[in-house]
């Protein structure tokens, strides 16, 4: 197999699971609803029969599995987190939502995607959205068939929005997946973000002065955190390995009024009975790393201003 679905990892649990919160002055989409965001209206991400949040989103091509056993996962499914936090509803831009939906004889395709009015922004998102729907046709159509269970082969796409201030956001993708007459689903969480005034995607480097610092200074508290919490449920070596200061660790990062949110996959940082991971970093722990402080809606110090200034 080739493309977005071409490697899985077999789980024996569904993913991470957290109650739905609604933000000050206004409620939550309720589950099911629509996902698009109106003013500080938070996006829900969990599919229509599901009354709790996956947090996560999409932007690698890895999948993980979780079993599905003929309906949505219920929170009695999930296994016990401590100190994991639904998202900070801060004020969001107000967006639509489109819909790609496909349906064949095999397969049955249903991916949102926000839209902004940025056309840069908006022409990225979309063109993720039809590789995504394109790539999951694709693999399937080249799988063998599993048993002789009548079923189609699904997947569907729903996102949370995040925004640390006006010149930026974050877009946390969620992709679930099954292949028909397959044991186990899968889900792939991933992020995407943007400047808000070019539209254009955010890289590490966009977002600190020293990328390779931002990754230590990750590595380091997301280490510390997470040793705290699971520690006594996972080796040293598995919790070092999937929090070592490397880009491909730290690939779905999104952009907080407080810092940033790593989400960490099922099995990158232990068992998967601890669930996947998050870790919230402050923005004064990532001082060092130099974080572009107009992104959150801060400004930069006068010297750090001039030095970019005279780079420019």
């Known amino acids: 197999m080739r493309g977005y679905f071409s490697e899985l990892r ?4 569904p993913p991470l699971l957290v109650e739905e919160v609604s933000p000050p002055g206004g409620n939550a989409t309720a589950a099911g609803g629509k996902s698009g965001v109106r003013g500080d209206i938070a996006a829900t991400t969990a599919p229509a029969a599901m009354r709790k949040r996956v947090l996560g989103g999409l932007g690698g091509l890895l999948l993980m599995t979780l079993p599905l ?21 801060e004020p969001l ?58 079923q189609k082969s699904s997947l569907e796409a729903k996102y949370v929005i995040h925004a640390p201030s006006p010149k ?56 510390a955190d997470l040793e705290k919490r699971i520690g006594e449920e996972t080796n040293g070596e598995w919790l070092r390995d999937g929090t070592a200061p490397d880009a491909e660790n730290f690939s779905s990062i999104a952009l907080l009024p407080t810092g940033v949110r790593i989400f960490f996959q099922a099995y990158q940082v232990g068992p998967w009975v601890i669930g996947p991971q998050e870790v919230d970093v402050p923005l004064d722990a990532l001082r060092d790393a130099e974080p572009r402080m107009f992104l959150w809606g801060k400004a930069e110090p006068a010297e750090v201003s001039s030095v970019r200034k005279r780079e420019r």
């Open 168 to 223: 930026a956001v974050s877009v946390t993708f969620t992709v679930w997946s099954y292949r028909a007459g397959a044991a186990h689903g899968a889900v792939d969480i991933r992020t995407r973000s943007y400047d808000m005034g070019t539209g254009t995607r955010l890289e590490l480097t966009d977002m600190f002065g020293s990328a390779e610092k931002a990754l230590e200074l990750m590595a380091v508290y997301a280490h």
């Open 69 to 89: 056993w003929g309906g949505p996962a219920t929170a009695a499914d999930v296994p016990a987190t401590d100190g994991v936090m639904a998202a900070p509803m």
């Open 93 to 150: 831009p107000a967006t639509r939502e489109e819909e790609i939906r496909q349906e064949t004889e095999h397969a049955v395709i249903t991916v949102h995607y926000p839209v902004f009015g940025i056309p840069a922004l908006d022409t990225d998102t979309a063109r993720w959205a039809r590789e995504i729907a394109t790539a999951f046709q694709s693999d399937i159509s080249v799988m063998e068939p599993v048993g002789q269970v009548p």
């Open 10 to 13: 077999l789980l024996t649990k």
